[in-house]
């Protein structure tokens, strides 16, 4: 018997595929070739942007594309947030329990990740299936403030060459956490952090 042909997606249902409404069972079937027709209904802007739409497209490409090897992660559409992590902020979790929720760990699947950008994404709690990641050289975490974290954690990242952290309040940690990375790490730049400890003169270790 000849093998079952694969029905054909036009680009009107390849856009409702995408659609925050799609029904996740049927979003997660469609091959690499359903993904570029997806990608093909929106103008290159829009594929630079987090969006609900470019959430369920994420959610095929972690099957189709597993080799991906960088990865932007900013903030959903209205009414539309990231699952609450380990020990979130009540307050904040309560407020928009309302949202629609996206589970943000599906993130963890991409295993030969390079570069993790995480701006102004709407987190709340600790997420450690996001820091194991042995290939990634370049880690950027910006406008995050209820996205709790700790500079031990970075042990996660052998590979890490540069490091970008700013505006991101929850973070905690000692700056000498870092000697664990000398072997890798080449630049970093972390703006406030009130609730980091010790001083660069922690990191004489990266001079031996």
Not at 29 to 50: K, S, Y
Not at 90 to 103: I, L, N, P, Q, R
Request: net charge negative; aromatic share 8%.
């Amino acid at each position: 018997m000849p093998p079952k042909k694969k029905t054909k997606l036009t680009r009107p249902q390849a856009a409702a595929a995408a659609d925050e409404e799609a029904d996740p069972a049927v979003v997660e079937q469609l091959d690499d070739n359903v993904i570029a027709i997806i990608f093909g209904c929106f103008p290159p802007e829009d594929t630079m942007r987090m969006r609900v739409v470019k959430y369920n497209a994420m959610r095929v490409v972690t099957t189709a594309l597993p080799n991906l090897q960088q990865i932007t992660i900013c903030r959903l559409g209205n009414g539309h947030k990231y699952s609450d992590g380990e020990d979130p902020d009540e307050e904040m979790a309560t407020a928009f329990a309302h949202f629609t929720t996206h589970d943000i760990n599906i993130i963890s699947n991409f295993r030969k990740l390079h570069r993790l950008n995480i701006d102004g994404a709407f987190m709340n709690g600790r997420y450690p299936a996001l820091f194991n990641f042995p290939l990634l050289e370049k880690l950027r975490i910006s406008l995050c403030c209820n996205f709790k974290w700790e500079l031990e954690m970075l042990s996660g990242f052998p590979s890490l060459r540069e490091l970008d952290v700013e505006c991101n309040r929850s973070l905690r940690g000692n700056i000498g956490s870092l000697n664990v990375l000398k072997n890798s790490l080449e630049k970093v730049k972390i703006i406030d952090y009130n609730n980091v400890e010790g001083n660069f003169m922690d990191l004489l270790t990266f001079l031996n």
